[in-house]
């Protein structure tokens, strides 16, 4: 089902085996987006959609090319936006729950509709990625309205449904450390957010 998999990455960095006083498991939650996303956004190119606005991942599942010219402009904040407020579930986390989940929501002119699992793990990540679009689809629709702004188009291209991947990754710190004789400091390529500023 999934191809080339480009999407956006969550991962948690734990460690359950050192000493009794540092026994603890150490989560950190991250959106990880790639220099590629960096890049893509300089260069006008998506990074989860291809030029046809297939999902890149699936490619059975496609937005329009108006959708897809706003989504481009609009995609590093709304990918942001998401990120920082997913959780990696301790049920999943424990259990070593790792994989893919496609979510798709519809965008109206004022609001996020029909937010919906197209590929589920369980284990409670499904919940928490669900949760959190549902409590950024304010934001997710300005940025929509203000990409469609800037441009002073009508109709109001950016209707319809959109897609999004999310990797849930466990990163094991003690087997990191050892692969690379040192300590792994995971970077959150997030671009800033300079409209929403909390």
């Known amino acids: 089902m999934f191809q080339n998999a480009q999407h956006f990455h969550i991962a948690t960095v734990g460690n359950n085996s050192m000493t009794k006083e540092s026994n603890m498991r150490y989560s950190i939650v991250l959106g990880l987006l790639t220099l590629l996303l960096t890049f893509n956004q300089i260069n006008g190119q998506s990074y ?6 297939q999902l ?10 108006e959708q897809l010219e706003i989504w481009r402009l609009a995609e590093s904040n709304i990918l ?12 999943a986390r424990e259990s070593g729950i790792t994989g893919v989940i496609i979510v798709g929501f519809d965008c109206d002119a004022m609001d996020l509709n029909n937010i919906r699992l197209i590929n589920g793990l369980g284990g409670g ?5 669900i ?4 409590k950024m689809s304010e934001k997710i629709v300005f940025e929509f309205r203000h990409i469609q702004g800037l441009k002073k188009r009508e109709p ?8 999004i991947p999310f990797d849930f990754s466990l990163i094991d710190l003690k087997e990191e450390m ?5 300590i792994p400091i995971i970077d959150s390529k997030i671009p800033s957010i300079g409209r929403w500023i909390e």
């Open 156 to 163: 109001i291209n950016y209707l319809g449904t959109y897609y």
């Open 125 to 129: 990540l499904d919940k928490n990625l």
């Open 80 to 91: 942001a936006l998401i990120s920082l407020n997913i959780d990696y579930s301790n049920m």
């Open 178 to 182: 050892k692969k690379k004789n040192a």
């Open 48 to 53: 989860i959609y291809n030029i046809k606005g």
């Open 56 to 65: 890149i991942i699936d490619t059975t599942l496609t937005i329009n090319q």
């Open 131 to 134: 949760e959190g679009i549902e």
